[in-house]
């Protein structure tokens, strides 16, 4: 069966500090990884990644996928508190015709 | 450009009773897809529509069903409601069907008593 896990679930950590969050997956036919960032309601599209060892970069935050090792990683440099969201990571599967989401890492930044 | 919408925002409804939920994608695109969200099972996958057609579907009971209007307006339709069925329903946009990078409206929280 597919699927995508996270880790860790909760973290707590304060503003400026570097974190990284983790997505392993096990997922047939692969055609994509998807992260978003849900503070409220709807998930907010952040990064796709479709090629191996490829970062995306968006501000103070980039992402990386290993197809080979089947993870990607988040990360999120100098955080602060409008950082604080449960940060979810998706897998479309191509043949299935959706994503398949892990747990979420929720994230908290202290002031 | 407008974002995807969906309505009611919230919603009470009471065990055995059916509800419809609304989703209008970003204006040019053309899939819509639909997901579960609930605090035991996360995001779940429910159904896609592309040109009016349900193109994948989860595993979800039978209970659960949708359409797609030919402006690619969806609807999500529960009947029987179950306290179970108590969740978020979100709706994902998407240019094309099968295109992965979706995105999502503000969901639609039902409370089943």
């Known amino acids: 069966e597919d699927k995508v896990v996270q880790s860790p679930l909760s973290l707590v950590v304060h503003e400026g500090d570097t974190v990284t969050l983790n997505c392993s997956y096990e997922?047939?036919?692969?055609?994509?990884l998807l992260w978003y960032k849900q503070e409220k309601k709807a998930p907010t599209f952040l990064f796709m990644l479709t090629s191996s060892g490829i970062e995306k970069k968006s501000g103070r935050l980039s992402s990386i996928l290993d197809k080979k090792e089947l993870f990607s990683i988040l990360n999120i440099t100098a955080t602060q508190t409008g950082d604080s969201a449960i940060y979810l990571c998706a897998v479309y599967n191509n043949q299935g015709g959706k994503l398949i989401f892990g747990q979420g890492t929720e994230l908290s930044v202290k002031p | 450009k407008a974002g995807v919408t969906q309505t009611p925002r919230y919603l009470i409804k009471t065990r055995g009773q059916q509800v419809t939920l609304s989703c209008s994608p970003i204006?040019?695109?053309?899939?819509v897809s639909w997901y579960q969200q609930t605090p035991g099972q996360g995001l779940q996958f429910l159904f896609e529509y592309f040109s009016e057609t349900q193109r994948n579907k989860g595993n979800f009971p039978g209970r659960f069903s949708g359409r797609q209007f030919s402006n690619s307006r969806s609807e999500m339709n529960v009947s029987t409601l179950e306290l179970g069925d108590s969740a978020l329903y979100l709706c994902?946009?998407?240019?094309?069907?099968?295109?992965?990078?979706?995105?999502f409206g503000q969901g639609t929280r039902l409370t089943v008593v």
């Open positions: 997922v047939t036919n692969f055609r994509s």
């Open positions: 204006s040019g695109h053309r899939s």
């Open positions: 994902a946009s998407s240019l094309l069907a099968s295109v992965s990078e979706a995105f």
